[in-house]
C-alpha cells in the first residue's frame, strides 16, 4: 500500500493479475504434461483434456497468475516432477477445467497466440467429452 504523501513512479503500477470478473484455479500437472516444466507466471496456457484416444481444448490462452516451485520472477520450474499451476478464467472455463480435472487427463501446453482451435476432438469416436457430459439421473 502507498502511505499518504509516498511518491510513486506511475511506470511502477501493474494491472490486476486477477480482475474481479476472473477466477483461479489451480492444476496440478506432472512435468510431462505441460511443456516439460518450461512454463512461467505471465504465460497463456491451453488446456487440452485427453480420455482414452479423445483429446479437446477445455480452454485456450489462459493466464498463469501463479506456479508452484517457480522462482515468482517467472523463472522455470524446479526439479520437482509434478507441480501445480494456477490460472486466470471466468465462470465457465472454472467449470469446464473442473470437470476435465476429475474426468480424464489433461495436457497444459503454451499459448503461442495462433488463432482458436477449429478442430479439437481427434478421432471422432464418440467418446464422453467432459465439458459436454450430462448430470441427468
Do not use: C
Not at 516444466?37 to 481444448?57: F, P
Not at 522462482?71 to 520450474?77: I, K, L, N, S, V
Not at 516432477?81 to 494456477?86: H, I, K, N, P, Y
Not at 501446453?109 to 482451435?117: C, F, I, L, N, Q
Amino acid at each position: 500500500p502507498v502511505q499518504a504523501g509516498e511518491m510513486f513512479v506511475e511506470s511502477e503500477l501493474v494491472e490486476s493479475v486477477n480482475p474481479i470478473d476472473q477466477r483461479a484455479i489451480a492444476l496440478a500437472v506432472g512435468r510431462d504434461h505441460a511443456v516439460g516444466g518450461d512454463i512461467s507466471i505471465g504465460d497463456r496456457v491451453d488446456v487440452i483434456w485427453v480420455d482414452d484416444d479423445v483429446a479437446r481444448y477445455v480452454v485456450t490462452g489462459v493466464e498463469v497468475i501463479d506456479a508452484t516451485n517457480s522462482e515468482r520472477t517467472g523463472g522455470a520450474f524446479s526439479a520437482s516432477q509434478t507441480f501445480s499451476l494456477t490460472v486466470a478464467v471466468d465462470d465457465v472455463q472454472a467449470l469446464k477445467l473442473a470437470e476435465a480435472l476429475n474426468s480424464g487427463q489433461i495436457e497444459v501446453v503454451r499459448s503461442t497466440g495462433a488463432d482458436a482451435p477449429v478442430a479439437d476432438r481427434l478421432p471422432d469416436d464418440g467418446a464422453a467429452d467432459p465439458a459436454e457430459s450430462a448430470s441427468s439421473p
